[in-house]
């Protein structure tokens, strides 16, 4: 069997890990990994854990994703300095079919040696009173709150709530979930972000108690961005989400094209699953000639047809084409199709400009008013004044009043603020 621990390691995955594990995994062993289903859909935070499950598959081991019907109706502290808010039964169980199905698709070829559980059909079973006689009794307080989650929430307790009792037991339902797992599947290890060290400690310590047996755990560093900004958002702060319906494919292509030159060599090697050497080479092509993006194309083109399809990243490549490229003039624009131009209509932000505001025509700042892209007409003035506005990729340098000549295929308006920023307006 290939050696798992070699191969997350050299691409940066592995943060903390339990002796021994290594030759636990020289073997077929059974790991577990949870997802919380806090909303209907994953975001890109949660790429990674699926990355590591499917590097897990390949090398031959059994997978179990837990997804937290019971868990998710507590609460994670770890990585909160306040209490999460409480979902009701049907909002998660919404999101746990959304979630089920998301990790289906992305787990495609592999989803057949993966087994979907829920935390909910045992822990359901048991009651209050049996819980905290059963397994309370294994851990002390002291040893509770120098976990992490905890101890950050409590020593934050003058900004912030502290942490509730319901939050408190979170660690404990969490290593339940790992004894039962150990007993009713053989799972001797569990796998999650660093934030999850000790709620994964947590269960190798009641295994232990409770069964006098050996389990592990592994877990993933965290990724963090140069900028500041956490990952997963974008340059606004908002989520990148896996569901087309709530951040469009185009969009979450471009936040990859964006990654910067010092973050590239190291998301290359987490996101995709090249070879060390093709990597290798690829790192040293895109040294030579960083401002071609090399890399950055590379890594977008891959994560975007596994996550949309091959069909919706050709869309959003002939979209970046059409935004970027240079060849894309005023008079190109004016030749697309109509499908075309609806995909670039779904795909980048937009909006409705009814007709009879346009019937007889419109003048520049008073549509960049109404559009997103400025707070005030002021400040459109200023970015007109800076020729930085263009309409259907031609610089405008005055207030000029929009007609019909203006207008693609009599119903489109391509607007653009600087480089990046675009908004298309459709005439309704």
Known sequence: MKNIIDELSWRGLIQNRVPGVEKQLKKKTTIYMGFDPTSD???????????????????????????????????????????????????????????KKQLSKLLNNYSEKIEFINNF???????????????????T???????????????????HQGISFTEFTYTLIQGYDFLYLNKKKNCLLQVGGS???????TGIELIKKKTGKKAYGITFPLVTRTNGLKFGKSEKGENIWLDGNRTSPYKFYQFW???????????????????????????????KNPEKRL?????????????HGKESYEKVFKISHILFGKKYTSNLLSSLNEKILISLYEN?????????????GIFLLDLLKKSSLFKSKSEANRALNLNSI???????????????????????????????????????
């Open 141 to 159: 307080i002291k040893y509770m709150i120098s976990k992490d989650s905890v101890k950050k929430r409590i020593q934050n307790n003058k900004k």
């Open 295 to 307: 890399l950055q194309r590379k890594l977008a083109s891959e994560i975007t047809k596994w996550v």
């Open 41 to 99: 859909s994953l975001h890109i935070g949660s790429l990674l854990p699926i990355i590591i499950l499917i590097h897990f598959q390949k090398m031959g081991h059994k997978s179990l994703i837990l997804i937290g019907g019971a868990t998710g109706f507590i609460g994670d502290p770890s990585g909160k300095y306040d209490q999460r808010i409480f979902l009701n039964k049907e909002t998660l169980q919404k999101n746990i079919e959304s979630i």
């Open 195 to 201: 934030d999850q060290w000790g709620n994964i400690t």
């Open 257 to 287: 094209m964006n990654v910067s030159d010092v973050e590239i060599e190291n998301f290359i090697k987490i996101y995709t699953f090249f070879s060390k050497k093709k990597i290798e080479k690829l790192i040293l092509k895109h040294r």
């Open 121 to 139: 059909d045992w822990i359901k079973n048991i009651s209050f009173l049996e819980f905290v006689r059963n397994i309370g009794k294994y851990f």
């Open 348 to 360: 980048i932000p937009h909006m409705i400009l009814p007709k009879k505001e346009f019937r007889k």
């Open 390 to 428: 263009s309409i259907n990729k031609k610089i405008i340098r005055e207030n000029i009043l929009l007609k019909k000549e203006n207008v693609i295929k009599k119903k489109y308006i391509l607007l653009q603020f600087g480089k990046k920023i675009f908004l298309i307006l459709k005439i309704d």
